[in-house]
């Protein structure tokens, strides 16, 4: 109910209203007539998933594919089961009264929590229990690259339910950022070590979405798998109510395999297919190498042109500046502009910021750069330029760690970047022994040819790789996730050189 009007407000009004009408009839003869009113606006329609892929094939902006088609009738199902849904309200937990067991499980090698915080959460606000609703099921989406996984969520996450909570992440900036909460979190309550954050970040996962999409969904790290672990198993019961909605390139069975105390985290991947629908995409077609205008935003020197040279040098600095001017949009460069990463400095040489940042190569990848500092450039920035790629080798495989790392980053944000390079990237990883007196150069050897052993390699037969590109993974011939994520940056640098890419700006905040 409405609060009464008081005497001394109402007299406000009426002297107010007198006042006005006053004003308006002195006035009347001067004053220029109202301007007419606005035409209501029609409300913007929203779209089910087979909609807007309907609508965007008719458009021209997505090819008809019958194994997308197929997968989007179970998308669909979960769009109209999201339109009834309600979600649970979540209770805040205590963090004060969340503790951990001195003595964890030594099944899973992960602490436990004490059984008295979920009974005086269950007792503080009854809803626990009272509040446990039906879930809908969420989707588990796999396959190879380039068959339209992301496309298929984020056709998605865009048509959600309007009445619901959404938040799209690729999985490493969400762990990323999950770390870095946990820390802000521990260091709030003095870094004591029997406080446990988890239901904590899982209070606040939960209020921030009901609808949680995951792209490119793989776990590679212990402290990742037994953190996840964790967290899922709370954002996913019942009475915190969240969809999970992921796409990865590998099946559930798949995730963390030969990782470090896997055991620990076969509940998770239980769990994972438990709450949603595993669904295999076996689409043929890899949309990466449907033909597309490719620019001119990556520079290599013309055959029997030496790197070095004059004339190459006056074609990479022509190169580099009339790239950073159309990024740039005419504005002035700064240098040495500082960004802050987890409490600490990342300096950008050159960069006109919101826009466009410049690295060479040795400052963006020869540095001790982790991925919370490539995920931030790539969120500050519209475009990235690299100049002075060399050739790269297994002497240089920390080097090429975080070159791959930096182009998920900037793959993942659609980030456009040029480049100036010693030769085209599918040509420049070499072997050691072809490198000639400088890393821009090559010697005269034969490479080493390794086809015979592509017939049955995994990346040809089982994701779909051109055997040129793992050809190129062998130089992680040993270590089976980081072939994976080599011959996946080749890929998408393919993507990443076209005009389309390059023409599809995502604008930045500027600071």
């Known amino acids: 109910m409405l609060g009464a009007v008081q005497p001394t407000a109402l007299r406000s009004a009426r002297l107010s209203s007198t006042l006005t009408s006053a004003s308006a009839s002195a006035s009347a003869s001067t004053a220029p007539p109202a301007p007419p009113k606005p035409a209501p606006t029609e409300p913007r329609k929203h779209y089910s998933p087979l909609q807007l892929y309907d609508r965007r094939v008719e458009e021209g902006r997505l090819r008809n594919d019958e194994f997308q088609r197929e997968i989007l009738t179970s998308v669909q199902d979960l769009y109209e089961t999201l339109t009834h849904y309600k979600p649970p309200k979540v209770a805040k937990p205590d963090i004060s009264r969340s503790r951990l067991n001195p003595k964890s499980d030594s099944m899973f090698g992960i602490p436990k929590l004490v059984s008295s915080w979920f009974t005086t959460i269950e007792k503080e606000t009854g809803l626990a229990k009272k509040q446990e609703v039906d879930i809908p099921h969420g989707i588990y989406l796999y396959g190879d690259v380039g068959c339209g996984k992301t496309m298929l969520m984020d056709l998605f996450f865009d048509t959600i339910p309007p009445h619901l ?297 089982q994701h779909g790789f051109d055997k040129k590109i793992a050809k190129k993974a062998f130089m992680f011939a040993h270590l089976d996730e980081e072939r994976f994520a080599f011959a996946r940056a080749l890929s998408r640098l393919a993507q990443m050189s076209t005009q389309s890419w390059i023409d599809d700006v995502r604008p930045r905040r500027k600071n």
């Open 165 to 461: 909570t959404k938040k799209r992440l690729h999985f490493h900036q969400f762990m990323q950022r999950i770390h870095k909460r946990a820390h802000q979190l521990k260091v709030l309550h003095g870094h004591r070590e029997d406080i446990d954050v988890m239901p904590v970040l899982a209070w606040e996962l939960s209020e921030q979405a009901t609808v949680l999409c995951f792209d490119e969904f793989q776990v590679t790290d212990v402290a990742d798998a037994m953190l996840l672990r964790r967290l899922l198993n709370l954002v996913l019961r019942k009475d915190h109510g969240l969809v999970l909605f992921a796409t990865s390139n590998r099946a559930p069975d798949d995730l963390y395999i030969n990782g470090i105390q896997r055991e620990s985290f076969i509940p998770c991947i239980q769990l994972i297919k438990r709450v949603t629908h595993v669904i295999y995409l076996n689409s043929p077609t890899d949309y990466r190498k449907i033909p597309r205008p490719i620019s001119s935003a990556f520079y290599f020197p013309k055959p029997g042109i030496s790197y070095l040279s004059r004339s190459c040098k006056k074609e990479r600095e022509d190169h580099v500046n009339n790239w950073y001017n159309f990024f740039s949009q005419g504005h002035s460069p700064e240098l040495n502009i500082p960004l802050h990463v987890w409490g600490r400095e990342l300096i950008v040489p050159k960069a006109s910021p919101p826009y466009v940042a410049q690295f060479t190569f040795k400052e963006l990848c020869g540095e001790p750069l982790a991925a919370g500092d490539y995920l931030t450039l790539a969120t500050s920035f519209e475009s990235i330029i690299v100049t002075g790629i060399p050739y790269l080798t297994t002497n240089q495989r920390d080097e090429v760690r975080r070159f791959i790392t930096f182009l998920d980053a900037v793959y993942d944000n659609h980030t456009r970047i040029a480049v100036t390079a010693a030769a085209p990237f599918q040509d420049i990883f070499v072997e050691p022994e072809n490198l000639g007196t400088s890393v821009f150069a090559l010697s005269n050897k034969t490479p080493q040819e390794i086809d015979d052993k592509l017939e049955n390699d995994t990346l040809v037969t």
